[in-house]
C-alpha cells in the first residue's frame, strides 16, 4: 500500500488573510471582518501598507528587526513612525 502525499500551495489571498489574522491575534489590530474601517485606519496596517508588505510568508517574514524599527506610517499630513508600545 502506498500513500500519496498532496503538496498545496497557499494563494496570495491565503496569504493575505493569514497577515490580517496575525496582526489581530498578536499585535490588537482590530478584526479585518467586523471591524474593517478601524482596521485599515490601525498604525500598524498603514506602516505595512505604505511599505508595500501585504502578505504573510512573503513579506511579513522576512522583516529584519532594524525593518520594524524603521517602520513608519502617514495619517493625514503627518509622518510619525510606529511607538514601541505597538512594536
Known amino acids: 500500500m502506498t ?3 498532496v503538496v ?3 494563494t496570495a489571498a491565503d ?3 493569514r497577515l490580517r489574522t496575525v ?5 490588537d489590530v482590530p478584526n479585518f471582518d467586523t471591524h ?4 485599515d ?3 500598524i496596517v498603514l506602516a505595512l501598507k505604505e511599505q508595500g508588505i ?3 510568508n512573503r513579506d511579513f517574514l522576512s522583516l529584519s528587526e532594524a525593518d520594524i524599527r524603521d517602520l ?16
Open 72 to 87: 513608519t506610517y502617514t495619517f493625514g499630513t503627518t509622518t510619525a513612525t510606529l511607538s514601541l508600545i505597538n512594536k
Open 36 to 39: 474593517q474601517t478601524e482596521y
Open 23 to 27: 496582526l489581530t491575534t498578536f499585535l
Open 41 to 43: 485606519a490601525h498604525e
Open 54 to 56: 501585504t502578505l504573510f
Open 15 to 17: 496569504d493575505e488573510k
Open 3 to 5: 500513500t500519496k502525499t
Open 8 to 10: 498545496t500551495r497557499s
